[in-house]
DNA sequence: CATTCTATTGACACCGATTCAATAAGGGCA
DNA sequence: TGCCCTTATTGAATCGGTGTCAATAGAATG
């Protein structure tokens, strides 16, 4: 049954009340989709009053800017590649990691890219910055070199990549029969260099 | 200025009004989100009451569903295959006719993108209807056979196509600097066999 | 234990979605 | 031509969720 609702108000510091709040937003996009969370819904989930989710968050739209920062920090931080090794294995385990990560987190994942691809620009940027956060790299050049030049067409196709690898990751998360996670795998690693194959130039 | 505000009630046939009410929305969506479309700037645009919008259309949701569906069934005219000619040549055809009815319809087509991609399953199925109209002819058989075998992995591999395609095309007409109308084209026709290749087995 | 700072509340104003009984356009019939 | 009758259309009332703000009460400090 869990507690009793609240009867006596919990006094907390800014930095955790915060946190908490984003943190339960943040689960309950496992639930719902990123509208469906309204203040109503996270101040009772959380037992606090509506008026205090708008004393830490303005409106509505910078709540659940906040919530989807934290959601992408989340993805950035469990797909971050091994600091050393060669730059294409290193591209693999992040792509790895970034599979697994979507199979587990499937509906929080889900809600996470509808809310971005449904919202404002601003949303739409911080999700960006976590695509960016995954293929960047392969433009940096270290020690080894960099992997593909760096041209317009080449940003283009990189970034043409990366949406078909989140729509192959969706879509087989969602009807994994027929291809493998190592077959998806494969696909997934192996179109990066046969896109790069056709641009022009 | 245009007319006044509307005087006199006019009384058209549900067919005209709500032919009428489909083509308004679809076409104020080159202006607002999906979500911006509110029933109130609706009804202000068409010179009707908000209980008219009720009376063809149960709600909100089912209005906006209506009006995605008919800037869905305009995309799909718009790059229709051509009836003969080589099966790599129609869809060549069919993309170069996507790739300028984006470019055209920019607005409205980010607009139907976003709301199909943020909205609930009823959208985003028929938004999906209009993808496959695009792709799923290389998979039909016909005098000159099969193009693509059809397999689970090659379905996801087109899918994937699919939203690289997308991805690449709005991108691109975001910025087109660096990179031609051909050019775009030649990545995107490329990209298809060159991703077949990818599939395992 | 009193004081003070500020995290927290609850009641209220407001806007858009939704309902429904009342209204009137306009085609048909005498 | 003028009445009638169907039904397209309206507008007022309701409801649920957002956003505001002065009032309330933890808890740390002296």
């Known amino acids: 049954m869990g507690c009793v ?17 984003l943190d339960l937003g943040v689960r309950l996009l496992a639930t719902r989709s990123l509208d469906e969370l309204s203040i109503d819904v996270l101040a009772e989930e959380a037992g606090i009053s509506r008026g205090l989710l708008y004393h830490y968050f303005g409106n509505k739209h910078v709540f659940h800017e906040a919530v989807v920062r934290r ?50 620009d601003t949303l739409r940027e911080i999700y960006d910055e976590a695509r960016s956060a995954l293929t960047d790299r392969v433009f940096r050049e270290d020690a080894q070199g960099t992997i593909i030049t760096d041209t317009p067409a080449a940003r283009l196709v990189v970034r043409g990549w990366a949406a078909m690898t989140e729509e192959l990751v969706i879509t087989w998360r969602a009807d994994p029969s027929g ?10 690693a192996a179109s990066l260099p046969a896109l790069v194959g056709v641009i022009p130039g």
């Not at 294409?88 to 509808?114: C, I, M, Q, W």
């Open 5 to 21: 609702t609240a009867t006596t108000r919990v006094r907390l510091s800014p930095e955790e009340r915060r946190s908490q709040l």
């Open 71 to 120: 959601a992408a920090d989340d993805l950035i931080a469990q797909t971050a590649p091994p600091a050393s090794g060669e730059p294409l294995e290193r591209l693999l385990t992040s792509v790895t990691a970034y599979v697994d990560y979507v199979v587990t987190n499937y509906e929080g994942y889900l809600s996470l890219v509808k809310g971005a691809a449904g919202g404002n």
């Open 179 to 188: 291809v493998s996670r190592e077959e998806l795998l494969e696909i997934i």
